[in-house]
């Protein structure tokens, strides 16, 4: 019988942790902005706070101009910070958010494969080209199988998460051509969305977030600012340390059904048979465009698991 090593479920679980807090992320931002929030309050804390605690970052490492240009740092800004934050959460009043969980996340992959096959020449692999072809597919399916039912509202709404993982497409492409750590990436986007989006917003909104209701303020400033934005991004790190880019980059794949599946409870939002179709579609191709393993995958693990004492 073949055991799996410790180390492997020890990146397994920290993978899972943080896919868990990007898929609750559709479900809970949609709960705020349909009750007492809306997306101009969600982005003042989500980068409000993580901008405070991450500028120490910012200052010991700097801006990375040499490395981006001013383009490049408004690409990563516009990509993962307040321009992206408002553009998903403002998706959320309008369309379900297992909609978000399968069309932002789960497209993200499609849109990056576009921008450096288009922009850098990239090649892409068979594996790769079918899973993105199983992300389009699925979100052709979620997109157009409410037609029925349609209303202008969700098909808005869908259209917002898709310009939402373009947005976070580009904010990837330019991280990975840059060379930047994630946790510098992070401060880059966090900080500069405090400094450039937060002014904007007091003048506009003075003090209305001083007259939300203290516990969803708190709630929501300490899931954007750090669940989210931090600790996820520390999670994730962990695990594709322990278990490699592919392998931690294939969690991802779950982000789609578990939006889908924290909705239910937390939302009574039900996803119908066809939106099922869509997000298995989408989540397979995701797992496929990440590097996940293939029909290889007996030998990839046999190598993660290797027992200790025995070289890589």
């Known amino acids: 019988m073949t055991t799996v090593a410790p180390s492997y479920l020890k990146g397994a679980l920290f993978g899972f942790a943080a896919v868990s807090i990007w898929a609750s992320w559709s479900v809970i931002t949609r709960r705020a902005v349909m009750t007492s929030l809306d997306e101009w309050d969600i982005a003042a804390l989500r980068f409000g706070v993580a901008g405070l605690l991450l500028s120490p970052v910012l200052v010991r490492r700097g801006l990375a101009y040499d490395r981006l240009g001013w383009l490049g740092l408004a690409a990563i800004i516009a990509g993962a910070g307040a321009p992206y934050a408002l553009v998903a959460a403002a998706g959320l009043r309008f369309a379900p958010a297992y909609d978000a969980g399968a069309l932002n996340p789960g497209c993200m992959p499609l849109f990056v494969a576009l921008i450096a096959a288009i922009g850098l020449g990239e090649k892409l692999s068979t594996t790769q080209k079918s899973g993105l072809g199983l992300i389009l597919a699925g979100a052709v399916v979620i997109v157009g199988g409410h037609a029925a039912s349609w209303t202008t509202s969700r098909t808005f709404g869908d259209a917002l998460f898709l310009f939402a993982a373009f947005l976070t497409a580009g904010f990837t492409v330019v991280m990975q051509h840059a060379k930047l750590d994630p946790l510098h990436a992070a401060a880059l986007v966090s900080t500069g969305s405090l400094v ?85 579609l989408i989540s397979a191709g995701v797992y496929l465009a990440s590097g996940g393993p293939s029909p290889s995958w007996k030998a990839s693990i046999e190598r993660v698991c290797a027992p200790r004492g025995h070289s890589a």
Request: hydrophobic share 60%; charged share 5%; net charge negative.
């Open 196 to 280: 450039i989006y937060l002014p904007a917003y007091l003048a506009l909104h003075g003090t209305r977030l001083a007259q939300m209701p203290l516990a969803d303020l708190t709630g929501q400033a300490l899931f954007q600012g750090i669940l989210v934005t931090i600790v996820s991004l520390l999670l994730y790190g962990r695990a594709v340390a322990i278990l490699g880019a592919s392998g931690g980059a294939a969690f991802g794949a779950l982000v789609p059904a578990l939006s889908a599946l924290f909705a239910i409870p937390l939302l009574g939002e039900w996803p119908s048979e066809t939106d099922w179709v869509g997000i298995a």
